[in-house]
T-cell receptor
Framework: GEDVEQSLFLSVREGDSSVINCTYT??????LYWYKQEPGAGLQLLTY?????DMKQDQRLTVLLNKKDKHLSLRIADTQTGDSAIYFC?????????????FGKGTKLSVKP | DSGVTQTPKHLITATGQRVTLRCSPRSGDLSVYWYQQSLDQGLQFLIQ???????AKGNILERFSAQQFPDLHSELNLSSLELGDSALYFCASSVGSGRSYEQYFGPGTRLTVT
């Protein structure tokens, strides 16, 4: 079945770039998402990419997609302490009108001042 | 603020009890999804409704049920609660049902079963 994997932790210094990686198994995935969860809060949609794209940039966020290796990454430029959160990669399940998301376990990003 | 609301924010109850979680989707969204977030299982999809009809089922236990009402709000019913049901329950909504529609999440309901 579908599976999404992420490393669990990432620690960076304020001002550096952060790169969060994700691999997925469903070759038919056409939409891939990044969500952010701050402590005690819900999931905030950060960005998404269609599988016919290789890259998408949105202000400080850059998403790279390598379809051959089924690898997705999220780069946060000039990381700030406010970026400390858990970041989830998600793919849409295969199948017609179904739209539920398959999530990775999340990467906890810690930003040190 | 995503525009998706969930009530209550916190719920504490005992094993064997039954609870109802409520979700109001964003204005104009027809599809509602329920997810469970626990430490050991992560975020798991439970069930999806679209315009009042069940559209997809995930890892939802038989003790759990849901419905979507004509005004599009949804309720998730959890019965015969066990300690392992303690989790964060999220509702998400989207305009349509297919893969091209972004899902926006509510703040969640934290359920504690004692």
């Amino acid at each position: 079945g579908e599976d999404v994997e992420q490393s669990l932790f990432l620690s960076v210094r304020e001002g550096d770039s952060s790169v969060i990686n994700c691999t997925y198994t469903d070759s038919s995935s056409t939409y891939l998402y990044w969500y952010k969860q701050e402590p005690g809060a819900g999931l905030q949609l950060l960005t998404y990419i269609f599988s016919n794209m290789d890259m998408k940039q949105d202000q400080r966020l850059t998403v790279l997609l390598n379809k051959k290796d089924k690898h997705l990454s999220l780069r946060i430029a000039d990381t700030q302490t406010g970026d400390s959160a858990i970041y989830f990669c998600a793919e849409r399940s295969y199948g017609g009108s179904q739209g539920n998301l398959i999530f990775g376990k999340g990467t906890k990003l810690s930003v040190k001042p | 603020d995503s525009g998706v609301t969930q009530t209550p924010k916190h719920l504490i109850t005992a094993t064997g009890q039954r609870v109802t979680l409520r979700c109001s989707p964003r204005s104009g969204d027809l599809s509602v999804y329920w997810y469970q977030q626990s430490l050991d299982q992560g975020l798991q999809f439970l069930i999806q409704y679209y315009n009042g009809e069940e559209r997809a089922k995930g890892n939802i236990l038989e003790r759990f049920s849901a419905q979507q009402f004509p005004d599009l709000h949804s309720e998730l019913n959890l019965s015969s609660l066990e300690l392992g049901d303690s989790a964060l329950y999220f509702c998400a909504s989207s305009v349509g049902s297919g893969r091209s529609y972004e899902q926006y999440f509510g703040p969640g309901t934290r359920l504690t079963v004692t």
